[in-house]
């Protein structure tokens, strides 16, 4: 059993604009990052704009006593020096809690402009053995995010010869099929540089296979029965790896998710600093669900109490690409058969957008059909509570047997759940799926 006095974990969330942010914060991240604009790995799908924005997210983060990083980590060109340094500058202004930083110019141009500044050396460095991190720790570099490819045992390694070092790891979310991001596949497909912020997930897409050496439309077949991925050597070890075909293509480099819960009572257990999930492009219904996840995870191994059920169940309400526990553990990476695998248990039907306290009503936003006669449940920062709808009403304020996706409506519980009205902004109604012998 760890106690808090001794060591406390940080649940470190992704932010991609004040919306996922505020969602982060009350489902129970202790810290949140988000892209600097013009100059993260997400510039494309960035909602934090301008200064302003990074102003107002500093300052929600910091008034709930929660941390805010700054991620900066593009690997500049000779053209975009300048203008980084120039942004770095006044960002470092807004007072965030860190930087995370990918370029060694641009760190140790950092170390002497800005000394006072904490500095995270970003998982696109690479860092994959003790030497690494002895050196960046030697820089001023306070935290280091590994590489996603490390086994736990190398985790752990480096920790125990540089102890005075911080280390981060990612325990959920998208997994690249290069080396920790460093893909130049999007650069070559379509002129998106990945490691400048334009990645067009080239790796996702579905490929087909040509019987010839120019490809065309009106040429290609569906191939008949199944095929798999072999070498020609005899000498080789490796094992074929079958391979499938949909009506859409083949999935050749789209890898698994990343789902390391199971792993975190070890983690805890040896002290890791900081447990990182990755998605600032994903719905703030999945980020709720993840960051719930782990929230119970990580206070269950900090009581040295078994991986809470409801941990478990909240990460199979949320769609994936097929899942891996990492750390060089379980299957392969890469899902050969699908690049999205359905939620398990259940899928959001609406998110509540506020509770009318004079009419007992919560307004929503459907996002799946929703009837009365469904089975839901109610997802608040609390927890998941079983609800049953006693009414719905249409955008019009009408009764109606049926809202559909992308309306507005409203809705009444028989009962009201625990904290509905405090949370109704923050609440989403799950439908929960039928088993396949339910009628």
């Known amino acids: 059993m760890v106690t808090p006095r001794e060591y406390i974990p940080e649940l470190l969330a992704p932010a991609g604009d004040m919306a996922r942010l505020r969602y982060a914060i009350a489902y129970g991240a202790d810290a949140v990052y988000a892209g600097q604009p013009a100059f993260s790995l997400r510039a494309r799908e960035n909602g934090f704009r301008n200064l302003e924005d990074l102003a107002e997210g500093i300052r929600y983060t910091h008034e709930r006593g929660k941390k805010f990083y700054l991620t900066s980590n593009v690997i500049a060109r000779n053209f975009k020096v300048e203008a980084f340094q120039k942004a770095l500058l006044a960002a470092i ?6 930087l995370i930083v990918a370029d060694p110019g641009i760190i140790g141009w950092l170390r002497r402009e800005a000394p006072h500044i904490p500095l995270h050396l970003s998982v696109q460095a690479n860092t994959t053995n003790w030497l690494t991190a002895k050196f960046w720790a030697e820089q001023g570099v306070e935290r280091i995010i590994l590489s996603r490819e490390l086994k736990l045992s190398e985790v752990l390694e480096i920790q125990k010869q540089v102890p005075g070092v911080e280390l981060e790891v990612f325990v959920h979310g998208a997994v690249c099929m290069a080396m920790s991001g460093r893909c130049m596949l999007s650069n070559w497909a379509t002129h998106r540089d990945a490691n400048q912020g334009m990645c067009n997930n080239s790796c996702r897409l579905p490929y087909r296979l040509y019987a010839n050496a120019e490809v065309q439309d009106d040429c290609y077949q569906a191939h008949q029965g199944n095929f798999s991925l072999v070498t020609s050597d005899p000498k ?7 391979l499938d075909e949909d009506p859409w293509g083949t999935y050749f480099m789209s890898s698994r998710d990343l789902c390391a819960i199971r ?15 990755e998605g600032r492009t994903r719905s703030v219904y999945y980020l709720s669900q993840v960051v719930s996840a782990y929230r119970q995870a990580i206070d269950a191994a900090m009581l040295g109490n078994p991986l809470p059920e409801s941990a478990q169940k909240a990460l199979l309400c949320t769609d994936s690409r097929g899942w891996m526990p990492g750390f060089k553990t379980g299957p392969l990476p890469q899902n050969y058969e699908a690049t999205q695998v359905p939620a398990e248990l259940g899928c959001v039907a609406a998110q509540i957008k506020s509770f009318r306290e004079e009419t007992g009503e919560l307004e929503i ?25 006693s009414d719905l009403k249409n955008f019009k304020n009408e009764p109606a047997e049926i809202l559909h996706p992308g309306t507005n409506g409203s809705l009444r519980l028989r009962d009201l759940m625990p904290g509905i009205t405090k949370n109704a902004d923050f609440s989403f109604l799950v439908a929960k799926k039928m088993s396949k012998t339910s009628k």
């Open 93 to 98: 202004e807004l007072a965030p809690d860190a």
């Open 236 to 242: 080789s070890e490796m094992e074929a790896i079958a």
């Open 263 to 277: 792993s975190v009572e070890e983690l805890v257990q040896n002290k890791i600093a900081s447990f990182k999930i």
């Open 365 to 389: 936003l459907v996002k799946n059909p929703i009837t009365v006669k469904q089975e839901f449940e109610i997802l608040t920062p609390e927890g998941m509570f079983p609800c049953t709808i």
